[in-house]
């Protein structure tokens, strides 16, 4: 399973942009990247998927690296309600019959008022 | 977004004892459910695979024997903790997915405190 790594915990101030990066080196080309968020004491939540290219919705929005390598998450406006921990997770194509979910340690990330 | 449901949200037993966690899909039939582990201050760790009217698959290192996973319909899947001891305290979350859809749906979790 290809693996993903990000840094334990991130600090930002509210109302201010934060960009939660994400590296997959090991991704394979057909490898969906996911972005869950888990606040305190509750399951994940979705937050935003894509492939190759950019992505946003009402939540954030999702830069992809070229080579697919690595990713970004933004939320454009921090409030205190993003305070969560976030997970990046690759997901194979549904093609190959499995959708299980490997989640790797997530960043932390705190949020100031 | 889908709603996914568990039951009970805690539960205290006794060592020795079993306990059921319950999780329902409430707004669509749930093809696949998985069940996840989470420890204090720790990521999820994906315990198991459950398809509805079949064998659950058991990630390496999960005892089947002591988590039974049920998955009797398109809407339940049952984990049962047999034999609690403390070290199974934890948070225990499902979540489940319909044919077709890109993502997950997760339950809001269970905590497992066993004394």
């Given amino acids: 399973d290809a693996k993903t790594t990000q840094p334990n915990s991130m600090e930002s101030n509210e109302e201010e942009p934060v960009h939660l990066p994400c590296n997959h080196s090991t991704i394979s080309g057909t490898d969906y990247i996911h972005w869950y968020r888990q606040l305190p004491s509750q399951g994940p939540e ?48 549904s093609t190959s019959g499995t959708y299980k979910y490997i989640f790797g340690t997530g960043t932390r990330l705190k949020v100031l008022a | 977004g889908a ?9 205290i037993c006794k060592s020795g004892t079993s306990v ?31 398809n509805e009217g079949s064998k659950a698959t058991y990630e390496q290192g999960v005892e089947k024997d002591k988590f039974l996973i049920n998955h009797a319909s398109l809407t ?40």
């Avoid at chain 1, 992809?64 to 997901?91: F, W």
């Avoid at chain 2, 707004?27 to 998985?34: K, L």
């Fill in chain 2, 20 to 50: 059921k966690i319950e999780c329902r899909s409430l707004d669509f039939q749930a093809t696949t459910m998985f069940w996840y582990r989470q420890f204090p201050k720790q990521s999820l760790m994906l315990m198991a695979t459950s």
């Fill in chain 1, 46 to 93: 979705y937050v935003i998927h894509g492939l190759t290219s950019n992505v946003n919705n009402r939540m954030a929005s999702l830069a992809i690296a070229e080579d697919r390598k690595s990713s970004t998450l933004i939320l454009h406006r921090a409030t205190l309600r993003d305070a969560a921990v976030y997970y990046c997770i690759l997901r194979p194509p």
């Fill in chain 2, 76 to 115: 339940l899947s049952t984990l049962t903790v047999t034999s609690a001891h403390p070290e199974d305290s934890s948070f225990y979350i499902c979540s489940t997915r319909t044919s077709g859809s890109y993502e997950q749906y997760f339950g809001p979790g269970t905590r497992l405190t066993v004394t």
């Fill in chain 2, 3 to 11: 709603v996914v449901s568990q039951h009970p949200s805690w539960v």
